[in-house]
């Protein structure tokens, strides 16, 4: 990954400029947040064990104005802990936060092992949350339950600065905008899903934040409403000029929603791109099994790939050095005995599973490669496709994408 | 073949239901009593008497205050034990509670010691503003603001920990400071606590007798609220003294009415 340099001077540049290190573990004092008994032995016993687990973010960031760019990794990865430093909840324990050219947040000792502790005799600059332009939509939105809709969204207008009629007049127009111009004076509890979605979009978008981050936006809502809400949402983020930070777990919402994807990975980055540049060239299992692809690392040379496990396999194009090689399930044909004919890989594979999935069937194979390999319900019926039992694999070099890894 | 209703009433243990039984006669008969011996037929006169009414005007005002004043400094009190990370917070808050289980007489005691004419803080407000404390009607208040303050505070507490922080991130995000988001977002939302606290509060206030007649004296008028009159009475006026009671008991059964949903329900 190739991160731009956090420049220490505010600078002119637009857009958000951030390298978040968030280290976590290494200062008891931070795990006694919520502990209720200062005194409390155990308390500091438990406080000991967590120690050991120490978590670190290291992300390098840079998001144009009027660019979304989404965090996609699986729980624990440090994407919420990323979204927490921007948006100023959680203090950066090294690197910086530059955002339209304001420096938000500088631990003063770039060591890398900050202590959490923001106040200021620590830092050379801490700008807090309620002073950053931003808007954030949370998870579980945390619409202010006795606000109704178009106080929600005039709250913030109503903080910054602005006078009670126009700041409705505002949070009306931004209502009208997400389509509920109906539900203004409906209270939170009194809102589908969906709409409290739309309702929270509305009020971290009320202030016209520089940078608007989000939170697993659709991550609450049913299939359904998902659907709809994800196509609004889209539009929103293409009308939002400032840049946009959405994290998620789900690839189909960072692959809509998102002009590039950052794959997070044990607080680091692992693959950076646009949506057809990461499902293409998966380069960690998570991606591969988000994206439906078999997944290998090893070494390439010429026109093999020489995989960790000891396989080799042919690929079409040449390439040289570590590599991925990666092919889908569809790519990969099942026999009953060794098939002969076109160069290509063949292997003896047992089955250790057969699913369902959507209108063929998902064979897991075990064996010197470990693959998945869809098949029609005709052949597995053929091939009487059974855990246990052996069959032969086959994929052609032509399948296989080999790439740098 | 016995019904779902009768087998149920089998499952309960004599060894259980007869103390229950009992206990609940206990609670339940000095109130009936004290209706059976009401002199309904002249109640209305002597709720109009002067001195039940002077009685009656002076506890619901300095009630009022008390309450009054343990909002102002109970609430910031509450948010201090449940948000404040500092050392010795469960020593504050063990401290705060001990009104909670004092006898309310040592608590007047206390009160005079400190506020009387030789206490440290009642011989400079003496020398200092001519301003004696004891025995008047802002030693009433005093008194049962010590006492009633505390249940204030463990219901502002409890609401306080009970409310999610978050919304408060979320009101930092929108561009709310501390005060801000308190003052909007947090207090709104643990409103319900602050009110269940409040009215707890001024109905011990209104019950307080211990430290009131130790600190405040029994003056008619001044600092002679319900319960005193109801002390005096007994001695004077046994009907006098069961209007006054009925008086106080129609206001807690009005309070618990009230506050039937939080009070009642486990929490």
Redesign the interface.
């Known amino acids: 990954m190739d991160g731009h340099p956090v420049n220490p001077e505010p600078h002119p540049q637009q857009g958000l400029d951030a390298h978040l290190v968030v280290v976590r573990g290494t200062n008891p004092k931070r795990g006694n947040e919520s502990a209720t008994d200062d005194s409390d032995r155990s308390t500091h016993r438990r406080n000991a064990s967590r120690d050991d687990q120490t978590f670190r973010l290291d992300l390098r960031l840079r998001v144009e104005p009027g660019e979304t760019v989404a965090l996609l990794g699986p729980n624990g990865a440090g994407k919420t802990t990323a979204l927490r430093a921007l948006a100023g909840l959680e203090p950066l324990s090294d690197g910086g936060i530059i955002l339209d050219g304001a420096l938000l947040d500088r631990p003063r000792n770039s060591t890398g092992t900050g202590t959490g502790n923001n106040s200021a005799n620590t830092r050379d600059r801490w700008v807090p949350p309620e002073h950053r332009r931003i808007g954030v939509v949370f998870q579980d939105y945390l619409l202010f339950p006795h606000l109704n809709a178009l106080d929600n969204v005039a709250f913030g207008p109503r903080r910054r600065g602005t006078g009670r009629a126009e700041a409705r007049g505002l949070a009306a127009d931004r209502l009208a905008r997400v389509g509920l111009a109906d539900f203004a004076k409906r209270r939170p509890s009194q809102l589908s899903g969906g709409q409290a979605q739309r309702v929270a979009l509305a009020r971290a978008l009320a202030t016209d934040p520089a940078l608007l981050l989000l939170d697993e936006p659709l991550a609450a809502l049913d299939a359904r409403t998902r659907l709809d809400t994800r196509v609004e949402l889209h539009r929103h983020l293409a009308g939002h000029a400032g840049a946009a930070v959405l994290v998620t777990h789900d690839p189909v919402d960072a692959l809509m929603l998102a002009d590039r994807l950052i794959v997070i990975e044990d607080g680091r980055a692992v693959q950076e791109g646009d949506a057809e540049a990461v499902t293409a060239r998966p380069r960690t299992d998570y991606i591969a099994r988000l994206v439906g692809l078999n997944l290998y690392r090893g070494t390439a040379s010429g026109r093999t790939v020489v995989l960790e496990s000891g396989t080799v396999l042919a690929t079409a194009e040449p390439l040289d050095g570590p590599a991925f090689a990666a092919f889908a399930p569809s790519a990969v044909a099942l026999f009953r005995d060794e098939p002969d004919g076109s160069p290509r890989n063949t292997w003896r594979a047992s089955v250790s599973g057969v699913h369902r999935h959507g209108d063929h069937l998902r064979v897991q194979l075990d064996g010197p490669l470990r693959a998945a390999a869809d098949v029609t319900p005709a052949a597995a019926a053929h091939l009487a496709l059974a855990p246990g039992r052996d069959v032969w694999a086959a994929v052609k070099a032509t399948e296989i994408r080999a790439y740098p890894a | 073949m016995p019904t779902a209703r009768t087998r149920r009433r089998r499952r309960i243990p004599a060894a259980l239901l007869a103390p229950a039984v009992l206990g609940l006669a206990f609670l339940i008969l000095p109130l009936a009593g004290l209706l059976a011996r009401a002199p309904w037929s002249e109640l209305p006169a002597r709720l109009a008497e002067p001195a039940m009414l002077d009685a009656l005007r002076l506890s619901l005002v300095t009630a009022t205050a008390a309450t009054a004043l343990s909002l102002l400094f109970g609430v910031p009190i509450a948010w201090l034990l449940a948000r404040g ?1 500092f ?1 010795g ?2 020593l504050l808050r063990a401290l705060v509670t001990v009104p909670l289980v004092l006898p309310p007489v040592v608590g007047g005691v206390a009160l005079l010691l400190v506020f009387g004419r030789n206490g440290i803080v009642g011989s400079w407000l003496h020398d200092r503003f001519d301003l004696t404390i004891p025995f008047t009607t802002t030693a009433v208040v005093l008194a049962m603001t010590f006492v009633s303050m505390p249940f204030l505070i463990v219901s502002v507490e409890g609401a306080l920990r009970g409310a ?1 922080t ?2 408060e ?9 501390r005060w ?1 988001a308190f003052t ?2 947090t207090l ?2 643990i ?1 319900p606590g602050v009110l269940a606290g409040a009215v707890l509060c001024w109905a011990r206030a209104l019950g307080e007798f211990g430290a009131t007649i130790t600190f405040a004296g029994n003056f008619p008028g001044r600092t002679q609220t319900m319960p005193l009159a109801v002390y005096l009475a007994l001695q004077t006026d046994m009907e006098a003294a069961i209007v006054l009671s009925l008086l106080l008991l129609a206001v807690s059964v009005i309070v618990l009415a009230s506050l039937r949903d939080r009070w009642t329900a486990t929490p």
């Open positions: 990370d050392p917070r469960s999610d978050r919304f991130e979320a009101a930092a995000t929108l561009g709310a400071g801000t909007h977002v709104p939302m409103a």
